[in-house]
């Protein structure tokens, strides 16, 4: 403020410097330049008595200071232009001071004396008060005191000011606009509305504007609605209640009016009112609030309409009239020229009759429907009561003995054709069959798209606008619960507005609004959501969702929500915030590429999991108030990948963690913060409570989990360590089976590896292991009885083995080939490593290749005493065939034969 102050100061002294004069500023009054001039705008200070004002300036502005009497002509200088005193304690104008000082500063243009305590009265206006003020052009006394005192001469007071292009007074039934406001030939505006008291304004008679009737607008609205709270707003006092016939048309050159509040006018002054119209040159007509809050829903005659269409209205403003019920086809009589219609907080019950034959506004861009029906909801603020309820039943009854009788038979006619006859439905359809869509009904396939004929679509919403409306609103008119197939009549919509509706379901299509660029669906409660929705709103570059429940809509689990945005290609901004949203399918925005704002504040999320590489235009995130703890890696991964560019990104109000888990996130946000914005109010709740901000704690957290981190280095260390320990043993114990399955893998590799078991397929009969201890026993005996004998084919490695192969792969090879394994169990046997090594592998085989079918055949050569004798060749004892070679010599014939058959 003082830096203010002082930067005035510098200014003023700068421009007094080259007017080289002083501005008075001691109250601390601020100069600045304007476009007239220098202004001295001392509003709002206290002041109780007048700064000097110094030559140059051009506009004062005392208002709402303590000031109870005028400036003093010492005080202001002759260049004035602008004086505004509005706001203060004026009583009289009639003193010394106010006569001398209206004499001397006859440069005035403008003079603003409203809001003070000057009575309108004659006694206090002396007749040559502005005699001096030719030049004035706009005089303001609206807002002070209305007696009961006859002004019948206020004319005499006001033509002097010949140059007077905007007068304002608080309007009185006691005052009069007298035949010297006929010498006023530059008096175009006129405004009608100020204190309000028992003498306010009753009735304008149909002389009342007889000598003004070069006026352009002309503003007769009530107070009562400006200022609830400064007003006694529970009395309707300040109504006007009667306008006669005749009084407006007087007004040929009328462009605006406005009387709007006069809670008491009705219809019935409405429609005065609209007779008078033709006569005039009405481009502007606000006519909200004629009737009270609690009063009787009316019905909107096609009487009261009438006139219009002889008039080049263009902007019609008739909101809160309590309108439940309109004549039908009362919308026929609004003139070709309408270009924006307002009709909220009406009562309408939706009637298609009544917005048939709007098809003839071809002018028509904006249309208002907000707030209807909203009497149906208790209210306990801001209810007028109106004094005379029978005045208005007398006025409707009145005004309904026109009804019916009137109806033009054009206007049925039209209706009929274009919202009764059934016909309409099938014009749509036949056009659609010249487009050449398939009207077959067996190929109608749902959901519905917009190309389906919609003559077979239930649930049609044909939505009859004009043929230029740009811009419907329809927020807070109780509109629900489903928005359906719905169709527009005319292409040209470019906003949508239905937000604050109840709109719990959103399925569409929504057709033929293909240049609809801004929709607003917020505040609907909206929990479920069509994929399709959307889909041919091509055209949006502006889609607002919030405050719905799409949180909870299932099409966010479902696969088709990559559907959902996907047609939005122009998509600028879009705002889902207060939706419930949990989490984000990472293909929901996918397709919008022309993004530059995406506003998902006061969700739930909690981390960020979308990749925004594809929005190149991003230039702001909201993620303000959801449930972000900190980033995870992949989030600031999606994040950074956007920062390259002119971007910004809220995390605010978000319940920033600050421990060594979201280090590496306070380091990133740190290293990131002009990036952020509001980066200043993100805070932590910390261990420690005094530190929030977020360099704080970075600097807090680097102390204390450089050690975590160690410790972690640590623990990663000694799981890594358990682990290669815990491998270890595994291929320890595991170590012929992988041995096995490395020699058979090398085979496969090198020669391919034949795993079934086909008889066919065996080179030999068996292999024999042995050690070579009992080669001799091995070349003697077995190869004459088995091979010789027996004509078996027998592997034996000193003859069969492969030279120059490892050895390993011999033995695996032997075994593979072979059907039968025997072993030769001597001391030596055991004692030997490749015989071992055989036993393994053989055993392997034989439990992995051979499908459980026996293939071992132990033959136990010595005596060898049990303890003595390895685990697995004792558990090949106990599964397998296990011969003793006998001692005696006898006996051996029944060996060899043994061996032979079980080999056979
Ligand atoms: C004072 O009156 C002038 C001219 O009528 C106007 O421009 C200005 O806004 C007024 N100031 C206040 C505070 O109303
Ligand atoms: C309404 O009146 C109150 C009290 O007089 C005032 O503070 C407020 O600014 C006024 N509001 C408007 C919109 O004029
Ligand atoms: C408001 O107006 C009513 C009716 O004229 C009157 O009885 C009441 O005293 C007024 N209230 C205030 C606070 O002026
Ligand atoms: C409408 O005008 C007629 C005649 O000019 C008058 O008698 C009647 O009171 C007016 N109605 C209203 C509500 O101003
Ligand atoms: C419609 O608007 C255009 C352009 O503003 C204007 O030239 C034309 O006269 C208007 N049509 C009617 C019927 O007033
Ligand atoms: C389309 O529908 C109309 C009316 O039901 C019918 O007369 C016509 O034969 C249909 N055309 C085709 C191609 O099915
Ligand atoms: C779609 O809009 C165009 C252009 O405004 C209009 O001519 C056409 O009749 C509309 N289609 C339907 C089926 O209403
Ligand atoms: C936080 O509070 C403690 C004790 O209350 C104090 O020693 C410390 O300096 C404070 N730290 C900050 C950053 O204010």
């Given at each position: 403020m003082l830096l203010i102050w002082m930067i005035n100061i510098f200014y003023f002294n700068f421009i007094a410097g080259q007017n080289s004069?002083?501005?008075?500023t001691e109250k601390r009054c601020q100069c600045k330049k304007v476009e007239s001039g220098l202004l001295a705008d001392c509003s709002?200070?206290?002041?109780n008595s007048y700064p000097t004002f110094f030559d140059g300036i051009v506009t004062i502005d005392v208002s709402y200071?303590?000031?109870n009497d005028f400036p003093s002509t010492?005080?202001?200088?002759?260049?004035?232009k602008h004086l505004n005193i509005s706001g203060?304690?004026?009583?009289?104008?009639?003193?010394v001071k106010s006569r001398k000082l209206f004499s001397y500063i006859n440069n005035l243009e403008s003079l603003n004396l409203s809001?003070?305590?000057?009575?309108?009265?004659p006694q206090v206006y002396p007749?040559?008060?502005?005699?001096?003020?030719?030049?004035?052009?706009s005089l303001d006394l609206t807002r002070n005191i209305l007696t009961?005192?006859?002004?019948?001469?206020?004319d005499n007071v006001i033509n002097?000011?010949?140059?007077?292009?905007f007068f304002a007074i608080?309007?009185?039934?006691?005052i009069s606009f007298g035949?010297?406001?006929?010498?006023?030939?530059?008096?175009k505006h006129l405004r009608l509305y100020g204190s309000c008291n028992?003498?306010?304004?009753?009735t304008i008679k149909e002389d009342y504007f007889d000598n003004l009737s070069n006026l352009k607008t002309l503003d007769i609205s009530?107070?009562?609605?400006?200022?609830f709270t400064s007003m006694?707003?529970?009395?309707?006092?300040?109504?006007?209640f009667y306008i006669y016939r005749g009084a407006i048309s007087k007004?040929?050159?009328?462009?605006y009016l406005d009387i709007s509040y006069?809670?008491?006018?009705g219809l019935c002054g409405f429609s005065n009112i609209t007779q008078d119209l033709p006569f005039t040159q009405i481009r502007i007509l606000r006519a909200n609030?004629?009737?009270?809050?609690a009063g009787p829903s009316v019905t909107l005659l096609c009487e009261d309409i009438?006139?219009?269409?002889n008039t080049s209205l263009e902007e019609l403003y008739f909101d809160g009239?309590?309108?439940d019920f309109a004549q039908t086809?009362?919308?026929?009589?609004?003139?070709?020229?309408?270009?924006r219609l307002t009709l909220k907080s009406n009562r309408w019950i939706q009637n298609r009759y009544t917005y048939c034959?709007?098809?003839?506004?071809?002018?028509?861009t904006f249309l208002d429907i907000s707030d209807?029906?909203?009497?149906?909801?208790?209210?306990?603020?801001q209810y007028v009561s109106c004094q005379d309820f029978f005045r208005i039943i007398n006025c409707e009854k009145l005004r309904s003995s026109s009804f019916g009788t009137s109806l033009n038979p054009r206007v049925w006619e039209a209706c009929i054709e274009q919202c009764l006859n059934p016909r309409t439905v099938e014009n749509f359809y036949q056009q659609k069959k010249q487009d050449g869509v398939n009207n077959d009904t067996t190929n109608i396939s749902y959901p519905l798209t917009c190309s389906t004929p919609i003559s077979f679509a239930t649930n049609v919403n044909m939505i009859f606008v004009p043929r230029n409306v740009e811009h419907i609103v329809m927020n807070n008119?109780?509109?629900?619960?489903t928005l359906t197939y719905t169709y527009f009549?005319?292409?040209?919509?470019k906003s949508l507005i239905l937000s604050h509706?109840?709109?719990?379901s959103l399925i569409g299509?929504?057709?033929?609004?293909?240049?609809?660029?801004y929709l607003d669906l917020s505040?609907?409660?909206?929990?479920h959501l069509s994929?399709?929705?959307?889909?041919?709103?091509?055209?949006?570059?502006k889609l607002i969702l919030d405050n719905n429940l799409i949180g909870s809509a299932q099409i966010l689990k479902?696969?088709?929500?990559?559907?959902?945005?996907?047609?939005?290609?122009?998509?600028k901004e879009l705002s889902l915030a207060?939706?419930?949203?949990?989490?984000?399918?990472?293909?929901?925005?996918?397709?919008?590429?022309?993004?530059?704002h995406l506003n998902l504040s006061?969700?739930?999320?909690?981390d960020w999991n979308i990749n925004?590489?594809?929005?190149?235009?991003?230039?702001y995130l909201d993620l303000s108030e959801?449930?972000?703890?900190f980033l995870s890696d992949t989030g600031m991964a999606f994040i950074d990948s956007s920062f390259s560019k002119k971007f910004a990104i809220d995390l605010s109000l978000n319940p920033i963690q600050c421990n060594c888990d979201s280090y590496s996130f306070i380091m990133w946000l740190i290293k990131r913060q002009?990036?952020?914005?509001?980066?200043?109010h993100y805070n932590c709740p910390l261990?420690?409570?005094?530190?929030?901000?977020i360099p704080t704690a970075n600097i807090y957290l680097k102390k204390k989990c450089s050690s975590y981190v160690s410790l972690i280095v640590l623990a990663i260390n000694l799981i890594i360590c358990f682990l290669a320990v815990l491998v270890i043993v595994i291929v320890y114990r595991r170590r012929w089976k992988l041995r096995y399955w490395y020699y058979i893998a090398k085979r496969q590799y090198f020669r391919g590896y034949?795993?079934?078991?086909?008889?066919?397929?065996?080179?030999?009969?068996a292999f024999i292991s042995y050690a070579d201890e009992d080669r001799l026993f091995v070349t003697k005996s077995v190869k004459t009885k088995l091979?010789?004998?027996?004509?078996l084919r027998l592997c034996i490695h000193h003859r069969d083995f492969i030279p120059g192969c490892d050895i390993a792969d011999n033995i695996i090879n032997a075994i593979h080939q072979s059907r039968k394994v025997i072993f030769i169990i001597t001391e030596a046997f055991l004692k030997s490593e490749w015989c071992m090594y055989e036993v393994h592998m053989a055993h392997t085989e034989n439990v992995m290749?051979?499908?459980?079918?026996n293939m071992l055949i132990l033959v136990f050569k010595e005596e060898i005493p049990q303890k003595r004798i390895p685990q697995k060749i004792m558990q090949i004892v106990q599964e397998e065939v296990y011969i003793d070679f006998p001692d005696d010599i006898e006996d051996e014939e029944i060996f060899w034969n043994h061996l032979t058959d079980s080999l056979l």
């Open positions: 004069q002083q501005c008075t709002g200070l206290n002041l200071n303590k000031l010492l005080d202001v200088p002759t260049t004035l203060n304690l004026l009583e009289r104008i009639d003193t809001s003070n305590f000057i009575p309108l009265d007749k040559d008060i502005f005699m001096k003020l030719s030049k004035l052009k009961q005192c006859e002004f019948r001469n206020l002097p000011l010949v140059s007077l292009e608080d309007g009185s039934q006691k035949f010297g406001f006929q010498t006023l030939k530059f008096l028992e003498n306010r304004l009753l009530s107070e009562i609605e400006r200022n006694n707003w529970t009395t309707s006092l300040c109504s006007l007004l040929s050159h009328l462009i006069n809670r008491e006018l609030y004629l009737h009270c809050n009438k006139p219009f269409i009239n309590n309108i086809g009362v919308l026929y009589y609004l003139p070709a020229s309408l270009k034959n709007t098809f003839g506004l071809t002018n028509l209807m029906n909203q009497h149906q909801i208790s209210s306990d603020e008119s109780r509109l629900g619960h009549a005319s292409s040209n919509l509706n109840q709109f719990y299509p929504i057709c033929n609004a293909t240049k609809l660029k505040n609907n409660r909206c929990s994929a399709y929705i959307f889909r041919e709103l091509i055209a949006v570059e479902d696969k088709n929500i990559r559907d959902l945005f996907s047609m939005q290609l122009k998509l207060s939706n419930g949203i949990k989490f984000l399918p990472t293909e929901i925005f996918r397709n919008l590429k022309k993004i530059r006061k969700n739930q999320l909690t925004i590489e594809h929005m190149r235009h991003l230039t959801n449930q972000i703890l002009e990036k952020f914005k509001k980066f200043k261990i420690k409570p005094n530190i929030t901000d034949n795993g079934v078991a086909d008889e066919n397929r065996y080179r030999f009969d091979e010789e004998e027996a004509s290749s051979r499908q459980g079918i």
